[in-house]
């Protein structure tokens, strides 16, 4: 895929986020960018991260790099995978179909959100690759079990719990933009629009955008809306229990996401869980948490033999992915980074930001003295700015090794 002029000059992430500002209305772009409260975590999840430094080796052999991995039992192009990002199709039309598409094309998982812009069914037929479905778990249980058989039917391999949405967060950004869903018009909404003509004819031939996976469920349950669906659906009811209902559902990995304390890690751990997110999800939920990346160095040291670790929050380039394999993980998620390339240029900003992020990575790599993925481990940071553990003995996890 060509590169388009309008992606000729951006160099990072960041560049694409610029891009992305000026082509999407501010309602759509604050609800992508924001997060909760303050923002306290948001901008917590960026400065820990800068906070780890390398510690290079010289004179290594760095000819050839190898990024390849092995990603809950599957062989993938890199340690990288698209995190669940609700309504991807308010980034450009085809949203989670190109999000897909080029996250085969790289070898990466894909987790596609429960309220995902386009169906589960959809996103599965752009062909075969390391598809894994993100879940909510509704106070009506026919619903979720719903969903988990289609995601099973459908061939997705792994099924990931988030676990931090009791309630919803609060994003002071939505609330004075009026963002909501469907979109409501008011005389500031409509200035919005009219200022971003290509989105709203985009939006015009494709239809708003709304959560595809949930139609049929909008008329059984008597919701006017796809909005107060989710708001009458999404409770605080869960408890530990439901990990072993999955089980009885669901045929393959599973994978628990939200945790940010080593209490709860140890206990999914227990449970026998696949994988664990190391996730404040983005900073859009609880505001005036730890950093995702602060909390991985404290989990890891505990859960070694256990299952497999991942982050999300905050990755935006191929360092970030390095920082994140060296303190523990198996792969580190992005969601903000590929929404950002596809409203900035569609799928073809998409394969640009993952492009971006393959050559970080490697580049990372060879200055480092590193050729190989299983190479990156702690030795190759300088001291971290925060505790790498808890004070306890690791418990024995050996039966997940």
């Not at 909501?180 to 919005?192: Q, R």
């Amino acid at each position: 895929m060509n590169t388009p002029r309008s992606l000729s000059r951006v160099a990072c992430v960041a560049d694409l986020r610029a891009v992305a500002r000026r082509r999407l209305p501010r309602a759509i772009f604050d609800f992508i960018d924001g997060g909760a409260d303050d923002e306290l975590t948001l901008k917590a999840n960026r400065a820990d991260l800068d906070r780890v430094l390398f510690k290079p080796r010289c004179l290594v052999d760095v000819a050839r790099i190898d990024t390849g991995c092995t990603i809950l039992g599957r062989p993938q192009g890199m340690p990288l995978g698209i995190s669940p990002t609700g309504l991807a199709t308010l980034a450009c039309p085809d949203g989670e179909l190109a999000l897909a598409r080029e996250a085969a094309a790289s070898e990466i998982p894909m987790i596609l959100s429960t309220l995902s812009g386009c169906t589960l069914e959809d996103v599965a037929a752009t062909g075969p690759a390391s598809r894994w479905f993100q879940l909510y778990v509704f106070r009506d249980r026919a619903i979720t079990e719903s969903l988990v058989a289609r995601a099973a039917q459908a061939g997705y391999q792994a099924l990931v719990l988030t676990v931090d949405v009791p309630v919803a967060g609060k994003r002071r950004r939505d609330i004075r933009s009026g963002f909501t869903i469907p979109m409501a018009p008011s005389a500031a909404t409509v200035l919005d629009l009219a200022c971003h003509p290509r989105w709203c004819f985009d939006a015009f031939r494709h239809g708003l955008p709304r959560l595809r996976n949930l139609d049929a469920f909008v008329t059984n349950a008597g919701a006017q809306t796809h909005a107060t669906l989710i708001n009458s659906q999404l409770g605080s009811g869960l408890d530990w229990s439901v990990l072993a209902w999955l089980r009885s559902l669901w045929p393959g990995k599973l994978v628990i996401k939200g945790l940010l304390s080593t209490e709860d890690a140890l206990r999914a751990a227990e449970a026998g869980v696949d994988g664990i997110v190391v996730s404040n999800h983005g900073g859009r939920q609880q505001d005036a948490v730890p950093s995702s990346i602060s909390m991985l160095a404290r989990m890891a040291p505990l859960l070694r033999g256990g299952p497999e670790l991942f982050i999300d929050s905050g990755i935006r380039s191929g360092a970030d992915i390095v920082r994140a394999i060296a303190l523990g993980a198996r792969a580190a998620l992005i969601g903000r980074a590929t929404l950002y390339g596809a409203a900035a240029a569609g799928q073809a900003g998409i394969r640009h930001c993952l492009d971006l992020l393959q050559a970080e990575l490697e580049r990372t790599m060879a200055l480092l003295g590193l050729t190989a993925i299983d190479q990156i481990g702690p030795d190759c940071l300088a001291a971290l700015p925060w505790p790498e553990s808890d004070a306890r003995t690791p418990p024995d996890l050996a039966r997940h090794s």
